[in-house]
C-alpha cells in the first residue's frame, strides 16, 4: 500500500528533499572515490620515485644507502645482492617487510597487510645480481580517506535535514496565497457574491486560479440577481391578479347589487382568473423547459409554410391597426425542428411586433439561408425599436422596456423568453438588431438540417 | 344520464355537481377513490369524471378496475398533471379524454356532451339557429335571406359557435377546436377577439336581433337565453 501523505506541503517538501538526498548521496560518492583514486595514484607516483632513487644510489654509491633514511625521508627499503641481504632500514626491519617480499619474483607492485595490521604498498625492482624493494606505510592514506567518509556520512544527513526544514518553510510560504485564498472563499456566501478573492500578481499561477474563480463568481452573482429579480418579478405578476380578484369580490359584498351588476363583478374575477391561469402556464412551460424536461417531436418542416400559416393567424391583428404583414418566404427552406413549439415562438415574435408597431405600421416575415446556409427567420418591424440598454435582458422572464404600457397591451412579459426557449431548445438562435426610432428586427436562425 | 364524480376537493366537487345539475345530469360525487372504487362496481353510470390524484386509492387503480371489468362506461380524466406521460398514461389506461385543471366549465361540458354523444355522430348539412342558415355544401352563410360574406376562418368559427349553439364556448376550446393551438401560453386570445367582433359586425350588427354574446371572463355563446 502507498502512503500518500495529504497536505500538498508535506508532499512538495518531501518530494524536494529525497530529490535533493540522492543528488548529495551521488556526488559524495564521486566525490569519495575521485579522491581515493587520486590519493593512490600519488602513493603509487611517490613509491616508484623512491625506488628509482634507491636504485641510483646503490648502483652509483652503494655506500650512502645508509644515509637515505636519514637525508631523504626513504625510511623503508631493502636492498639484496645475491640473495643476501646488503642493507635494510630500520623501519623496514621493525615493520617485518621481510615477509611481505614473496619467496618467488612476484608482481613488481602490490599492497601488504602486516600481522599487526598495518598496510604497506611494496614495489620492488631487480637486476641479474640484485633485488631492491621499497615500501610505503598506506595507513595516513586510509585515515584520510576514513576522515572523509565519516565527514560525508555524518554531513548527508544534516544537509538532508535541512533542506526538509528549509523546503517545508519555503513550500508554506509559496502556498499560503491558497490558504488565503481558502479561507477568504470559505467566507463567500450567496449573501456576500459581491466580495472577490484578491489578486496579487494576475500574471502567476495563483493569481490566474484568483482570477477564475472570481469570474465564476461573477456569474454566480450574476444569475442568484436574475433569480431574485425573477422572484420579485413573478411575486407581483402573481399577486396582481389575485389581489384584483380579492378587492373586487370583496367590495362586491360589501353592497347588494342587481344580478347584472353581480355578473359583472363574476365575470371581473374570472378575466383575472385567466390571467392567473395563462401566467401559471407559461411559467410552467418555461420552468419544464428549463429543466429539460420538454421533449421536441421533430420532423422536417418547411419554414415558409409555417411562417405564412403564423402569419395569417394573426393577420387580423395587424389588419385592425391597418398595418401591412406581408412574408417573404424563399422556395424550400427546411429545418428539422418541432412545429408547434417553433410556431409557439414564432406566433409571440409576430404578436409583438404587431402590438408595439404604431397603426399604418409595415411588418415583414422574411424567411431565407443566412450567408452560412443555416434556415432563418427574420421578424422586421417600423415600432419604436429597442434602446441599446434593453436589448440583453430583453428575453428575460417579465422583462419590460416599458413597464406601463405592455401590462396595459395585456402582456404577460413572458412572451421573448417563450420564444427564446423554443428556438434554443432546437439547438438555433435568436438574434436582435434594433434601431430606436425605427424599428427591431428579429432573426431566429436554427441549425441546418443534418440530414 | 347519471355521471359519477371522483374527486377530493370540496370545493371542485361541489361545483362540479351543481353545475352538471343544472345541465339536468344525475351527479353523485365519490371524494375518495375507495369509495369511486365501491361505486363503480356497484352501480351503473353514464360516464365518469375522474381525479388522477386521490388519497387512499389512486383514481389510475379506478381506472384500471373499471377496465378489467369490461366497463365501456366513458371516462374523463381531470388532472393537474399535464406533462405528456401523464396525459399518455392516463390515455393507455383505458380514459377517453383528460382535461387539465384548472378547465373551464363550457369545456367540460363540451367534452362531456361529446363522449356521451360518441358513436352517433349526427351527420348535418345544414346548420341553423334562429333566421341565420349555414349550409355546410356550398359553404353559404344566410341571415334572413341575406347571403353573408365570410373568410375561411370565420366560417369555421361560426360552424363551431353554431355546433354549439346555446352554450358557452371558451376562448380555450376556440384556440384548440378553430385554430388548433394546443398551447394556452399562446397570445392567441386577441386573435379570437377580433375574429369574434369581426363575425357580429357580419352577423348581427345590419340586424336587429343579437345571436352572438359576449360572456365576460366565460367566453362566447351563439343564441340562447342572455341576460
Not at chain 1, 22 to 30: K, L
Not at chain 1, 330 to 348: S, Y
Not at chain 2, 46 to 55: A, E, N, Q, T
Given at each position: 500500500m502507498r502512503l500518500a501523505p495529504r497536505s500538498v506541503r508535506?508532499?512538495?517538501?518531501?518530494?524536494?528533499?529525497?530529490?535533493?538526498?540522492?543528488?548529495?548521496?551521488?556526488?559524495?560518492?564521486?566525490?569519495?572515490?575521485?579522491?581515493?583514486?587520486?590519493?593512490?595514484?600519488?602513493?603509487?607516483?611517490?613509491?616508484?620515485?623512491?625506488?628509482?632513487?634507491?636504485?641510483?644510489?646503490?648502483?652509483?654509491?652503494?655506500?650512502?644507502?645508509?644515509?637515505?633514511?636519514?637525508?631523504?625521508?626513504?625510511?623503508?627499503?631493502?636492498?639484496?645482492?645475491?640473495?643476501?641481504?646488503?642493507?635494510?632500514?630500520?623501519?623496514?626491519?621493525?615493520?617485518?617487510?621481510?615477509?611481505?617480499?614473496?619467496?618467488?619474483?612476484?608482481?613488481?607492485?602490490?599492497?601488504?597487510?602486516?600481522?599487526?595490521?598495518?598496510?604497506y604498498r611494496v614495489q620492488t625492482a631487480s637486476g641479474p645480481s640484485y633485488e631492491i624493494a621499497v615500501a610505503i606505510d598506506e595507513t595516513s592514506l586510509r585515515r584520510t580517506l576514513r576522515t572523509l567518509a565519516v565527514i560525508m556520512i555524518m554531513g548527508i544527513p544534516c544537509a538532508v535535514g535541512l533542506a526538509l526544514a528549509g523546503g517545508y518553510v519555503l513550500a508554506g510560504r509559496v502556498l499560503s496565497p491558497i490558504g488565503t485564498m481558502a479561507d477568504k472563499a470559505r467566507k463567500i456566501t450567496a449573501e456576500s457574491l459581491g466580495e472577490r478573492l484578491p489578486v496579487e500578481n494576475p500574471e502567476d499561477e495563483f493569481g490566474r486560479l484568483a482570477t477564475v474563480f472570481n469570474d465564476t463568481l461573477s456569474r454566480l452573482n450574476d444569475s442568484f440577481a436574475r433569480l431574485r429579480r425573477f422572484t420579485a418579478d413573478a411575486s407581483h405578476e402573481l399577486r396582481t391578479p389575485l389581489t384584483a380578484m380579492r378587492?373586487?369580490?370583496?367590495?362586491?359584498?360589501?353592497?347588494?347589487?342587481?344580478?347584472?351588476?353581480?355578473?359583472?363583478?363574476?365575470?371581473?374575477?374570472?378575466?383575472?382568473?385567466?390571467?392567473?391561469?395563462?401566467?401559471?402556464?407559461?411559467?410552467?412551460?418555461?420552468?419544464?423547459?428549463?429543466?429539460?424536461?420538454?421533449?421536441?417531436?421533430?420532423?422536417?418542416?418547411?419554414?415558409?409554410?409555417?411562417?405564412?400559416?403564423v402569419a395569417d393567424s394573426l393577420r387580423v391583428l395587424a389588419?385592425?391597426?391597418?398595418?401591412?404583414?406581408?412574408?417573404?418566404?424563399?422556395?424550400?427552406?427546411?429545418?428539422?425542428?418541432?412545429?408547434?413549439?417553433?410556431?409557439?415562438?414564432?406566433?409571440?415574435?409576430?404578436d409583438n411586433a404587431i402590438k408595439y408597431t404604431p397603426?399604418?405600421?409595415?411588418?415583414?416575415?422574411?424567411?431565407?439561408?443566412?450567408?452560412?446556409?443555416?434556415?432563418?427567420?427574420?421578424?422586421?418591424?417600423?415600432?419604436?425599436?429597442?434602446?441599446?440598454?434593453?436589448?440583453?435582458?430583453?428575453?428575460?422572464?417579465?422583462?419590460?422596456?416599458?413597464?406601463?404600457?405592455?401590462?396595459?397591451?395585456?402582456?404577460?412579459?413572458?412572451?421573448?423568453?417563450?420564444?427564446?426557449?423554443?428556438?434554443?431548445?432546437?439547438?438555433?438562435?435568436?438574434?436582435?438588431?434594433?434601431?430606436?426610432?425605427?424599428?427591431?428586427?428579429?432573426?431566429?436562425?436554427?441549425?441546418?438540417?443534418?440530414? | 344520464m347519471r355521471i359519477l364524480v371522483v374527486e377530493d376537493d370540496k370545493k371542485v366537487a361541489r361545483a362540479l355537481r351543481e353545475g352538471l345539475q343544472a345541465e339536468h345530469y344525475?351527479?353523485?360525487?365519490?371524494?375518495?377513490?375507495?369509495?369511486?372504487?365501491?361505486?363503480?362496481?356497484?352501480?351503473?353510470?353514464?360516464?365518469?369524471?375522474?381525479?388522477?390524484?386521490?388519497?387512499?386509492?389512486?383514481?389510475?387503480?379506478?381506472?384500471?378496475?373499471?377496465?378489467?371489468?369490461?366497463?365501456?362506461?366513458?371516462?374523463?380524466?381531470l388532472t393537474a398533471k399535464d406533462t405528456v406521460d401523464d396525459r399518455v398514461q392516463g390515455l393507455d389506461l383505458g380514459a377517453d379524454d383528460y382535461l387539465v385543471k384548472p378547465f373551464a366549465f363550457p369545456e367540460l361540458v363540451a367534452r362531456i356532451r361529446a363522449l356521451l354523444r360518441r358513436g352517433r355522430m349526427d351527420q348535418v348539412l345544414k346548420l341553423q339557429l334562429d333566421d341565420l342558415e349555414m349550409d355546410l355544401l356550398t359553404r353559404r352563410v344566410t341571415r334572413r335571406g341575406l347571403t353573408l360574406d365570410l373568410t375561411a376562418k370565420e366560417f369555421e368559427l361560426l360552424e363551431y359557435?353554431?355546433?354549439?349553439?346555446?352554450?358557452?364556448?371558451?376562448?380555450?376550446?376556440?384556440?384548440?377546436?378553430?385554430?388548433?393551438?394546443?398551447?394556452?401560453?399562446?397570445?392567441?386570445?386577441?386573435?379570437?377577439d377580433v375574429s369574434i367582433a369581426r363575425l357580429r359586425r357580419k352577423i348581427d350588427d345590419p340586424f336587429e336581433k343579437k345571436l352572438l354574446h359576449t360572456l365576460r371572463g366565460v367566453g362566447f355563446m351563439l343564441g340562447g337565453k342572455h341576460e
Open positions: 508535506t508532499r512538495l517538501t518531501l518530494w524536494y528533499a529525497g530529490v535533493l538526498t540522492f543528488i548529495i548521496c551521488a556526488f559524495s560518492t564521486g566525490i569519495f572515490l575521485f579522491v581515493r583514486a587520486r590519493l593512490s595514484h600519488d602513493l603509487d607516483l611517490q613509491l616508484s620515485r623512491e625506488l628509482a632513487t634507491v636504485e641510483r644510489i646503490y648502483r652509483e654509491e652503494p655506500r650512502e644507502l645508509t644515509h637515505l633514511d636519514p637525508h631523504w625521508g626513504i625510511t623503508l627499503f631493502h636492498v639484496a645482492e645475491h640473495e643476501t641481504v646488503l642493507y635494510r632500514t630500520d623501519g623496514w626491519e621493525r615493520g617485518g617487510l621481510a615477509r611481505a617480499l614473496p619467496g618467488n619474483r612476484g608482481p613488481a607492485l602490490w599492497s601488504w597487510t602486516s600481522s599487526e595490521g598495518r598496510r378587492s373586487v369580490g370583496e367590495v362586491a359584498l360589501q353592497r347588494s347589487l342587481d344580478r347584472a351588476a353581480y355578473r359583472d363583478v363574476i365575470g371581473s374575477m374570472l378575466e383575472e382568473v385567466d390571467r392567473l391561469t395563462r401566467l401559471v402556464e407559461s411559467l410552467l412551460t418555461l420552468t419544464r423547459a428549463e429543466s429539460g424536461r420538454t421533449q421536441l417531436t421533430r420532423k422536417v418542416v418547411d419554414l415558409g409554410g409555417l411562417a405564412s400559416t389588419e385592425e391597426k391597418a398595418q401591412s404583414l406581408s412574408v417573404d418566404a424563399a422556395a424550400h427552406v427546411e429545418a428539422t425542428c418541432d412545429p408547434a413549439v417553433l410556431r409557439q415562438g414564432l406566433i409571440n415574435l409576430l397603426d399604418k405600421g409595415a411588418i415583414r416575415v422574411r424567411v431565407a439561408k443566412t450567408a452560412l446556409g443555416e434556415p432563418a427567420i427574420e421578424v422586421k418591424d417600423t415600432g419604436p425599436g429597442i434602446p441599446a440598454v434593453h436589448r440583453e435582458r430583453i428575453f428575460d422572464r417579465f422583462y419590460r422596456v416599458d413597464t406601463g404600457r405592455a401590462r396595459d397591451a395585456g402582456g404577460l412579459g413572458l412572451g421573448l423568453a417563450i420564444t427564446r426557449w423554443a428556438v434554443e431548445a432546437h439547438g438555433g438562435r435568436i438574434e436582435l438588431e434594433s434601431e430606436e426610432g425605427k424599428g427591431s428586427l428579429f432573426r431566429i436562425v436554427l441549425p441546418g438540417s443534418l440530414g | 344525475d351527479v353523485r360525487v365519490a371524494s375518495t377513490g375507495e369509495e369511486g372504487f365501491f361505486l363503480v362496481n356497484h352501480e351503473v353510470f353514464d360516464l365518469v369524471l375522474l381525479d388522477l390524484m386521490l388519497p387512499r386509492r389512486d383514481g389510475v387503480e379506478v381506472l384500471t378496475t373499471l377496465r378489467k371489468r369490461g366497463l365501456q362506461t366513458p371516462v374523463l380524466i359557435l353554431l355546433r354549439h349553439q346555446g352554450r358557452v364556448a371558451s376562448r380555450e376550446m376556440l384556440a384548440r377546436d378553430v385554430w388548433q393551438v394546443a398551447a394556452r401560453a399562446t397570445p392567441l386570445d386577441n386573435v379570437i
